[in-house]
């Protein structure tokens, strides 16, 4: 008969007889041991937020893992129900507060779809670019963070120091740091401010400037590389079993972006140029998911500096549709997916012709991603565990709505 122990964080596996090796794979193997239920978080600092892991250990090996989410839930999709879609906004752009811009994206392009609405292609470009700036935002604070989580301090103040260049030009823009609220249904709050494209051009220069030094930083230390290479291996299998997207499924070999394989807004005219480009790796390890994000910021910032030198050479003009005082939707439903910066985002979207959503889906790209974790973390130790949790690029906010 098998007994478990529940033991909060720091409690340790001490008494264990000297030739017995974690995992149980030396000489003392065939000792009984007694399984442990370990709790890593919901509050930890191996977590990144209010996740919470209930690990079955063995020794140091994990046997079992089960994520448990719903501490940040604060129903969301009910929201948007009682709110117009003017109102909406407000509410879609927080759940992943790192991609607030694209969290909006989402959302005022199903409202247009629904309505037939044609944006100004002006205010296409300057959603194409802003997009992105917030895709390089959201990048840089992975390629900060994930090396601070494995004992390397220094990369996160480098990796802000190029965040707080882009932040100041976004803050300029729209007046937010995080939540932008630029986004409106038929284009963007308003036009740019005097002199803007220039000083988002030395901004993007600055950061393609001086990325190396995170990347040298980082790419070639022993350390990181021995906590990484062929850590938490992804397979493409489990990549379509759990429907993982984005970096951590291009970083499996699954060669899959929707800004090329369903364009929108200006991508396509971008994948016609040869600017766009989908980066892919095989290996599916931390280290691969780690070298997937650093080398989508390149991608990203050359397209930042193409959508201005469109706009630089794009005769003024109006960035929004006027639309009536009170909003009402066309009955009927569509759905509609952005490639966020963490993966797909979707917005299934139904209305009944009212001035709110009679229901609004959010497919958050987060919890896909995170839903892996039972399949990938069995095997592993719990150092090794960290490395993995961390190189998921998830925000827990986005994982529970």
């Not at 709050?189 to 030094?213: F, H, I, N, Q, T």
């Not at 992804?234 to 394989?261: F, K, M, N």
């Not at 005769?315 to 439903?333: D, M, S």
């Not at 790209?365 to 690029?393: H, R």
Request: aromatic share 8%; net charge neutral.
């Amino acid at each position: 008969m098998s007994t478990e122990r529940v033991v909060g964080i720091g409690a340790g596996a001490a008494g264990f007889d000297p030739l017995y090796e974690r995992g149980g794979t030396g000489s003392g193997s065939e000792l009984a041991t007694t399984d442990m239920v370990l709790n890593i978080g919901p509050q930890h600092p191996a977590t990144h937020g209010v996740l919470r892991l209930r690990l079955t250990l063995d020794g140091e090996r994990i046997v079992g893992c089960e994520p448990i989410v719903g501490y940040m839930h604060r129903g969301a999709e009910k929201l948007f129900e009682v709110r117009d879609y003017r109102q909406i906004i407000v509410l879609a752009n927080r759940h992943d507060w790192l991609s607030a811009f694209s969290n909006e994206l989402g959302v005022v392009l199903a409202v247009e779809r629904m309505m037939g609405l044609e944006v100004p292609v002006r205010a296409v470009w300057l959603r194409t670019l802003l997009a992105e700036l917030n895709r390089v935002l959201n990048h840089l604070m992975f390629l900060g963070s994930y090396p601070l989580e494995l004992g390397a301090i220094t990369p996160v103040f480098y990796a802000f120091r190029e965040r707080e260049t882009l932040q100041a030009v976004m803050e300029e823009l729209s007046g937010g740091r995080m939540h932008y609220m630029f986004n409106r249904v038929g284009g963007l709050k308003e036009d740019l401010p005097y002199g803007w494209l220039g000083r988002a051009a030395a901004a993007s220069a600055a950061v393609r400037k001086r990325l190396p030094d995170v990347e040298d930083l980082v790419m070639g230390n022993e350390i990181f590389r021995a906590r990484t290479v062929g850590v938490g291996r992804l397979t493409p299998e489990l990549v379509a079993q759990h429907g993982v997207s984005g970096p951590i499924a291009r970083a499996s070999g699954v060669d899959a972006d929707l800004r090329r394989d369903e364009p929108y807004l200006a991508y396509d005219e971008l994948q016609r140029d040869g600017v766009l480009r989908v980066i892919t790796r095989t290996d599916g390890d931390c280290f691969s998911r780690f070298w997937v994000l650093l080398e989508q910021v390149k991608v990203s910032l050359d397209l930042i500096d193409a959508c201005l030198d469109k706009l630089s050479s794009m005769p003024a003009g109006p960035v929004n549709v006027r639309l009536p005082k009170i909003l009402k939707v066309p009955e009927g439903h569509t759905y509609a997916w952005t490639e966020n910066p963490l993966g797909i985002n979707g917005y299934y979207l139904v209305s009944r012709g009212d001035k709110t959503p009679w229901r609004l889906k959010l497919r958050s790209a987060s919890f896909n991603n995170i839903s892996a974790l039972p399949a990938l973390l069995p095997g592993t130790v719990i150092p090794d565990m960290i490395a993995i949790l961390g190189s998921m690029f998830f925000v827990v906010g986005d994982i529970d709505k």
